[in-house]
């Protein structure tokens, strides 16, 4: 009997205690409503409000919505990684257009950015309003995610100056370089470091989140960006190459060579001797001959190398394999061989030169 006095004694101390802990959470749960703000802040209160009390020369700011006020933070913060991401594509676009309409081949950098993009958010110091509140109507939170960009270029100036740094270590190589057509590829390099994907959307996000710093710290290096262009185009021609292909076929090979260095703005000597570099060009033929004609598997090498007195280093190599041709006439069978390392080295010469 005493034993069932016990349990039943127990039972009504768990009832109460489960009763004290459900009113204790009720009251948690209507204290936290009671202190979620639902009166609208100032930078909500009109459609330009955001922009005036986060002004865009010193902010970046965008509204984060969510159905806690974490979320809306969240939120915010995806905003503002889509708006810099966005901001980044146009200008790499608008970059890219400039430059295919000067002749120059631009690499994409695009499929990039929104990866370099999220990797920096964590550098910038996402901050929140202190008023975010809740919208009874819409039954979320809504917030203000920004960027501080006096703080943010604190921390993001340091990246770019390592990109800087690398661009001006490539501009006074070939600067200081001495042989001509050295010279010329060590200017290609530089400039192809400004077309890489780490160096463009570091330069765009640099300026867009603070354009002024930007131009004021880094005002040298955007000068010797801009010059850039110049200077490879004067080192290229005073860089001539003079070809040789013993054995070229109707000069089918030599022909292509000497239009695609002059596309790339290299002048062809027809004297070695006064050529700053030799392109020498060694052709296999590869030629068959079966009782179903004449079979060729062509093949070809460019060596260029310098023609000074004091070097002559291999400079740049090419090689192309051409499509495999036949003819009864052995004419035009060796035409058609020749014909195809031409069309190869249209196809590829500029892009691996370039590299």
Not at 139 to 150: G, L, P
Not at 173 to 182: L, S, V
Request: aromatic content about 10%.
């Amino acid at each position: 009997m005493k034993q069932m006095v016990r349990v039943v004694r127990s039972r009504i101390i768990i009832i109460k205690i489960n009763t004290y802990m459900l009113i204790i959470f009720c009251i948690l749960l209507l204290s936290a409503c009671t202190t979620a703000s639902t009166s609208i802040p100032p930078w909500d209160s009109s459609p330009d409000a955001l922009r005036m009390l986060y002004s865009d020369s010193e902010y970046i700011a965008q509204r984060g919505r969510g159905v806690t006020r974490a979320a809306a933070e969240t939120d915010g913060t995806a905003q503002l990684a889509r708006f810099l991401n966005t901001q980044v594509s146009s200008q790499l676009r608008i970059a890219e257009r400039e430059s295919i309409q000067n002749g120059t081949v631009q690499s994409s950098t695009l499929i990039e950015q929104e990866t370099f993009i999220k990797s920096q958010m964590n550098l910038f110091g996402v901050r929140y309003a202190q008023n975010a509140y809740f919208n009874k109507q819409q039954k979320e939170w809504i917030t203000v995610a920004y960027i501080d960009r006096n703080e943010a270029w604190k921390v993001y100036s340091p990246r770019f100056k390592q990109q800087a740094e690398s661009f001006t270590q490539l501009l006074s190589a070939a600067e200081n370089e001495t042989d001509p057509f050295r010279k010329a590829l060590r200017f290609t390099a530089a400039q192809n470091y400004l077309r890489t994907a780490d160096y463009q959307n570091a330069d765009i996000l640099g300026q867009l989140l603070h354009p002024v710093k930007m131009n004021e710290e880094f005002a040298a290096v955007r000068s010797q960006v801009s010059r850039l262009p110049g200077l490879l185009d004067n080192t290229r021609r005073n860089a001539s190459v003079h070809i040789e292909c013993p054995g070229d076929f109707e000069s089918l090979v030599t022909n292509v060579f000497s239009r695609e260095f002059a596309a790339l703005g290299f002048p062809v000597a027809n004297n070695r001797n006064s050529a700053s570099a030799i392109c020498r060009i060694t052709i296999i033929e590869g030629m068959q001959q079966r009782d179903l004609g004449i079979f060729y598997h062509p093949s070809l090498q460019a060596v260029i190398t310098s023609n000074s007195a004091q070097s002559t280093e291999t400079l740049f190599t090419f090689s192309a394999d051409g499509e495999r041709a036949q003819a009864v006439t052995p004419d035009v069978a060796k035409r058609r061989a020749y014909q195809s390392l031409a069309d190869k080295v249209k196809e590829n010469f500029r892009a691996e030169f370039n590299k």
